[in-house]
């Protein structure tokens, strides 16, 4: 099994920043795609931003030019730098992760248990 544990929400107010980590651990053979969803009170979970190995990177149109996805793949770990927040940034921020946990079976997606980002006007 594959886990993903995120760190960094938190209460920020508008114009401010973080940056949100996420840890992939378990049984991992290799991980392709890692990346952000959101789910706001009452909203669908919306992808935020994604990043394959090889460092390809897919946005939102609401967060373009504001966050910025990375990805460490000696530590397994994606990173969301999110600046410029506004006050409907405001979610639930869930980390996955398209993995493969041994060398004979396929890739499935995993998820995290997501962190609070609250951004105050």
């Known amino acids: 099994q594959v886990q993903l544990v995120e760190s960094g929400g938190g209460l920020v107010q508008a114009g401010g920043s973080l940056r949100l980590p996420c840890a992939a651990s378990?049984?991992?053979?290799?991980?392709?795609?890692m990346g952000w969803h959101r789910q706001a009170p009452g909203k669908q979970r919306e992808l935020v931003a994604t990043v394959t190995s090889g460092g390809r990177t897919n946005y939102a149109d609401s967060v373009k030019g504001r966050f910025t996805i990375s990805r460490d793949n000696a530590k397994n770990t994606v990173y969301l730098q999110m600046n410029s927040l506004k006050p409907e940034d405001t979610a639930v921020y869930y980390c996955?992760?398209?993995?493969?946990?041994?060398?004979?079976?396929?890739?499935?997606?995993?998820w995290g248990q997501g962190t609070q980002v609250t951004v105050s006007s």
């Open positions: 996955n992760a398209i993995a493969k946990p041994s060398v004979s079976g396929g890739y499935f997606s995993y």
């Open positions: 378990g049984s991992i053979f290799s991980i392709n795609a």
